[in-house]
Nanobody
Framework: QVQLVESGGGLVQPGGSQKLSCVASTSIFRINVMGWYRQAPGKQQREFLA????????NYADSVKGRFTISRDNTKNTVYLQMNSLKPEDTAVYYC????????WGQGTQVTVSS
């Protein structure tokens, strides 16, 4: 069992930046893939945003490519999502996930982009 705890959400103005963190309860060297999804208000499905593999390979959704950056700190068992040039349509609950023998999810953190 792996616990993931996200933090860093909040209210940000359009054009601003926010950095989300996801701390894993185990060494992230054990984790094959970590990444981020989001679920916008009124939408049933979660949207893939970004992932990073154990080897450091990254992949991004077209909707966030060039604006969001995923990174990891192995010493802190933490994955980050740096979000720049935020738009109101980025408003959502952001979820961290980790793939080992199963897929694990965090509880989510709310990001609201509004003036």
């Amino acid at each position: 069992q792996v616990q993931l705890v996200e933090s860093g959400g909040g209210l940000v103005q359009p054009g601003g930046s926010q950095k989300l963190s996801c701390v894993a309860s185990t060494s992230i060297f054990r984790i094959n893939v970590m990444g981020w999804y989001r679920q916008a208000p009124g939408k049933q499905q979660r949207e893939f945003l970004a992932l990073i593999t154990r080897g450091g390979t990254t992949n991004y959704a077209d909707s966030v490519k060039g604006r969001f950056t995923i990174s990891r700190d192995n010493t802190k068992n933490t994955v980050y999502l740096q979000m720049n040039s935020l738009k109101p349509e980025d408003t959502a609950v952001y979820y961290c996930y980790a793939v080992l023998e199963n897929t694990y999810w965090g509880q989510g953190t709310q990001v609201t982009v509004s003036s």
